[in-house]
C-alpha cells in the first residue's frame, strides 16, 4: 500500500516541534553553563524556564504523535497481511484447453454423442499466504464473446464444469441455485465456455440454459465460425478476476481450437497499484 504524503495540516502540527528540537533544546543546553556560575536574574530565569517548558511540552507532543503513528502502521500492517491471505482466483497452468466430452442421453443413460470438442477455461485458488480466510465461496462467473472487431454476440452467466447438469427453475426464469462454487485453497475448476458438434459450422456457449435441451444448443447462443474473442469476468467476496481469452470454430467437419488468454486481477491493483 502507498503511504500518504504529509498535508499541510501535518507539517503545521510538526513544525513547533522541529522548532522546539532544534532551536529550544539547544538554547536550554547552551545556558546549563549560566546555572553553574551565579544565580540568574529574574528575568532569565523567566525565560530559561519557559524555554524548558516549551522543550518539554515539544517532546510530550512528539511522543504522542509517534504512539499513534506505531498504533496506525501496525494496523495498517495487521489488515495487509489479513488481506493478502484472502483468495485469489487466477488461471490455472495451461488454462484454456480443449477437452473432448461425451454427451448422454438423459433418458437411458447412454451416449448420444461421443468426442464432442469443447472449450473449458480452468480457474484455481492461489493466494499468496494461505490462512484461514483463503477459502473462496460462491464464485460467479459471467462470460462475454465478441467478434475479433469488438461487436458483442451475447452475454451469459457462466457454468462451472463440475455442477450440476439441470437446475429447477422459477415462473420468473431464475434458477433457484446460483451457478455458484465454493474453492478451497490450492482447488481447480473448469468453466465451460463452448461446445460444437463435428459435423456443424456454428458452436454453442454453455451455461445452465444448456441443460434445458437435450442437446444442449441454445439459439441465442449460436456461436459464427472463424475467432471468436471472449471474456471470462470471476466474482465473489475479495474476487475480482477477468480473464481475456481467444479460441477458433474451425468449421464442418472440425473442432474447436483454443488459441490464447491473459488475465487481470482488480483486487490486485489495492495491494500493487
Same mark, same amino acid.
Given at each position: 500500500?502507498?503511504?500518504?504524503?504529509?498535508?499541510?495540516?501535518?507539517?503545521?502540527?510538526?513544525?513547533?516541534?522541529?522548532?522546539?528540537?532544534?532551536?529550544?533544546?539547544?538554547?536550554?543546553?547552551?545556558?546549563?553553563?549560566?546555572? $553553574?556560575?551565579?544565580? *540568574?536574574?529574574?528575568?532569565? &530565569?523567566?525565560?530559561?524556564?519557559? %524555554?524548558?517548558?516549551?522543550?518539554? #511540552?515539544? @517532546?510530550?507532543?512528539?511522543?504522542?504523535?509517534?504512539?499513534?503513528?506505531?498504533?496506525?502502521?501496525?494496523?495498517?500492517?495487521?489488515?495487509?497481511?489479513?488481506?493478502?491471505?484472502?483468495?485469489?482466483?487466477?488461471?490455472?497452468?495451461?488454462?484454456?484447453?480443449?477437452?473432448?466430452?461425451?454427451?448422454?442421453?438423459?433418458?437411458?443413460?447412454?451416449?448420444? $454423442?461421443?468426442?464432442? *470438442?469443447?472449450?473449458?477455461? &480452468?480457474?484455481?485458488?492461489?493466494? %499468496?499466504?494461505?490462512?484461514?480466510? #483463503?477459502? @473462496?465461496?460462491?464464485?460467479?462467473?459471467?462470460?462475454?464473446?465478441?467478434?475479433?472487431?469488438?461487436?458483442?454476440?451475447?452475454?451469459?452467466?457462466?457454468?462451472?464444469?463440475?455442477?450440476?447438469?439441470?437446475?429447477?427453475?422459477?415462473?420468473?426464469?431464475?434458477?433457484?441455485?446460483?451457478?455458484?462454487?465454493?474453492?478451497?485453497?490450492?482447488?481447480?475448476?473448469?468453466?465451460?465456455?463452448?461446445?460444437?458438434?463435428?459435423?456443424?459450422?456454428?458452436?454453442?456457449?454453455?451455461?445452465?440454459?444448456?441443460?434445458?435441451?437435450?442437446?444442449?444448443?441454445?439459439?441465442?447462443?449460436?456461436?459464427?465460425?472463424?475467432?471468436?474473442?471472449?471474456?471470462?469476468?470471476?466474482?465473489?467476496?475479495?474476487?475480482?478476476?477477468?480473464?481475456?481469452?481467444?479460441?477458433?470454430?474451425?468449421?464442418?467437419?472440425?473442432?474447436?481450437?483454443?488459441?490464447?488468454?491473459?488475465?487481470?486481477?482488480?483486487?490486485?491493483?489495492?495491494?500493487?497499484?
Amino acid at each position: 500500500m502507498k503511504k500518504k504524503n504529509w498535508s499541510a495540516r501535518s507539517l503545521l502540527r510538526f513544525l513547533p516541534l522541529m522548532v522546539a528540537v532544534v532551536s529550544g533544546s539547544l538554547t536550554v543546553i547552551g545556558d546549563s553553563p549560566f546555572f $553553574a556560575n551565579r544565580p *540568574p536574574e529574574a528575568t532569565g &530565569r523567566y525565560w530559561v524556564w519557559l %524555554r524548558i517548558c516549551f522543550v518539554v #511540552s515539544a @517532546a510530550i507532543e512528539w511522543f504522542r504523535q509517534w504512539k499513534n503513528l506505531r498504533a496506525r502502521d501496525r494496523r495498517i500492517g495487521e489488515l495487509e497481511s489479513r488481506f493478502r491471505a484472502q483468495p485469489r482466483i487466477v488461471p490455472a497452468r495451461d488454462a484454456l484447453r480443449t477437452e473432448l466430452v461425451n454427451l448422454f442421453d438423459r433418458s437411458t443413460g447412454t451416449i448420444a $454423442a461421443e468426442g464432442l *470438442p469443447c472449450i473449458r477455461l &480452468r480457474m484455481v485458488n492461489d493466494p %499468496r499466504f494461505p490462512g484461514d480466510e #483463503s477459502e @473462496a465461496e460462491k464464485v460467479r462467473a459471467a462470460v462475454t464473446f465478441r467478434r475479433p472487431d469488438g461487436t458483442v454476440l451475447f452475454t451469459m452467466n457462466g457454468r462451472w464444469a463440475d455442477a450440476p447438469g439441470r437446475c429447477e427453475r422459477l415462473p420468473s426464469g431464475d434458477t433457484t441455485s446460483e451457478p455458484s462454487v465454493p474453492f478451497p485453497v490450492r482447488q481447480e475448476r473448469s468453466l465451460d465456455i463452448a461446445f460444437k458438434y463435428r459435423s456443424e459450422e456454428c458452436c454453442y456457449g454453455v451455461n445452465n440454459n444448456s441443460w434445458e435441451k437435450e442437446d444442449l444448443r441454445v439459439p441465442s447462443q449460436t456461436l459464427p465460425t472463424g475467432i471468436i474473442v471472449g471474456q471470462a469476468r470471476f466474482s465473489g467476496k475479495f474476487i475480482d478476476t477477468v480473464v481475456n481469452f481467444q479460441f477458433r470454430n474451425e468449421g464442418a467437419g472440425n473442432g474447436l481450437v483454443a488459441l490464447k488468454y491473459d488475465y487481470e486481477s482488480k483486487i490486485d491493483h489495492v495491494l500493487n497499484p
